[in-house]
Nanobody, 119 residues
């Protein structure tokens, strides 16, 4: 079992930056594949970025070159650095986890943190 708590959301102007954090409780954080997702009003939840337990990283096309995912296993935390934010990045951002060797079928989710980008 792992519990996830996101933080770092807020209101920012277009072009600005935010850093989201996801703190995980429970054991063996280093064995979990971690992901960030987002859900905008009226839209389905979508993939943003993932970092595997081995450190392999992938991004959605919409955020490539602007967002950076990282993890600190010593702190049981995964981060999402978001630069050059756009109004279309406005959404609730969720952290997710799944124990290896599973990869995409995340079964642990945080409560989400709101990111609002004004134009």
């Amino acid at each position: 079992q792992v519990q996830l708590v996101e933080s770092g959301g807020g209101l920012v102007q277009a072009g600005g930056s935010l850093r989201l954090s996801c703190a995980a409780s429970g054991r063996a954080f280093g064995s979990y594949n971690m992901g960030w997702f987002r859900q905008a009003p009226g839209k389905e939840r979508e993939f943003v970025a993932r970092v595997s337990w081995t450190g392999v990283i992938s991004y959605a096309e919409a955020v490539k070159g602007r967002f950076t995912i990282s993890r600190d296993n010593a702190k049981n935390t995964v981060y999402l650095q978001m630069n050059s934010l756009r109004p279309e990045d406005t959404a609730v951002y969720f952290c997710a986890a799944v124990l290896r060797p599973n990869y995409n079928n995340y079964n642990y989710w945080g409560q989400g943190t709101q990111v609002t980008v004004s134009s």
